[in-house]
């Protein structure tokens, strides 16, 4: 499996860190050492007149344009991690469905929205079984959410991250090309089940199991690819990757981490934000999506290119 095509959308509009914590009835001392503990700014967001369907609308018509005369997109996956109700963030396919003539009459409209960041990896393995079926030759896939509709101190959570708004869609095909998509692995781990809502020593104890969750998900592949790769993570926070990377075993690998300060950690998003700048066709380097969702869900893949040489397990 290819992604043939691949837009993204980070609004420019931001929400400051010291905004937000005053929001909370916080010091400008907690905003100020949380900035230099976590490496986190700012939180992207969308604007007053702009939408999570509006943002896919836009990106599905930059995707159309790639597309060969006749081609059509046979289905569409949304992927949400936050499964939250508000105007903005919900997404009528549908209605994308029926306002873009370039998505066939009959392509089937899939949901997955799981509340956690990982949940993209769940979509990106339901695209490949879809391609692999041979009933479909080419897949949308928007992955995005925004928190614009909901109070601001939904977006910090302390010792933690800072959440952004952010939004991509991918053109999935079969075959190889120059973002080939293999290795897709989904984990669950049920011990983390409380998620957003355990109490803060479940969430404590999440984070401090996070370098051994990376560690299980990076083991699925050999470790050639895995020492040449960028790994491309959620954008959890700056100490989360610098801690990881004490390790002896990580601290060669190249981890790419200038979205955190610049949007924040926009959930299921982060990998494919980062892809759109380390693609390996561009680095000379194999890439690692993955993200590691609070409540033990945890997924990653490989991307690489067939216009570099790459080992035969790659291809």
């Not at 873009?100 to 929205?113: G, R, S, V």
């Not at 910090?156 to 952004?164: F, Q, S």
């Not at 998003?269 to 892809?275: F, Y």
């Amino acid at each position: 499996m290819n992604i043939a095509s691949l837009a993204t959308y980070i609004p420019p509009a931001r929400l400051s860190l010291e905004q937000i914590i005053a929001h909370r009835g916080g010091s400008p001392a907690e905003a100020r050492t949380f900035r230099q503990l976590f490496g986190l700014r700012e939180a992207s967001t969308l604007a007053s007149e702009e939408s999570a369907e509006g943002c896919f609308h836009t990106l599905l018509q930059q995707l159309g344009e790639s597309l060969t005369e006749g081609e059509k997109i046979d289905a569409v996956i949304l992927i949400q991690g936050l499964p939250a109700q508000s105007l903005r963030q919900s997404v009528n396919l549908p209605s994308l469905r029926q306002q873009l003539n370039f998505i066939a009459a009959d392509a089937p409209l899939l949901t997955l929205n799981q509340q956690n960041c990982a949940t993209l990896f769940w979509g990106m393995r339901l695209a490949e079984r879809l391609l692999a079926s041979g009933k479909h030759r080419c897949v949308a896939l928007l992955a995005g959410d925004t928190l614009a509709d909901f109070d601001l101190a939904e977006r910090y959570v302390p010792g933690c991250t800072l959440i952004g708004d952010a939004f991509v869609a991918a053109l999935l095909k079969p075959g190889g090309g120059q973002r080939r998509v293999s290795g897709i692995q989904c984990f669950y781990h049920p011990g983390f089940w409380q998620g957003l809502d355990g109490s803060r020593a479940d969430i404590k104890r999440f984070y401090q199991s996070h370098d051994n969750l990376v560690a299980q998900a990076l083991a699925s592949y050999p470790d050639d690819l895995r020492k040449r790769a960028w790994l491309l993570p959620h954008n959890i926070n700056r100490l989360s990757w610098q801690t990881w990377l004490r390790h002896p075993d990580n601290h060669l690998q190249p981890v790419a981490t200038d979205l955190i300060s610049h949007c924040g950690h926009c959930y299921c998003a982060d990998p494919l934000l980062l892809l759109d700048s380390y693609a390996p066709q561009d680095t000379g380097r194999p890439a690692l999506l993955l993200s590691v969702g609070l409540g033990g869900w945890v997924g990653c893949a490989a991307i690489t290119s067939d216009a570099l040489l790459e080992p035969a397990h790659a291809q």
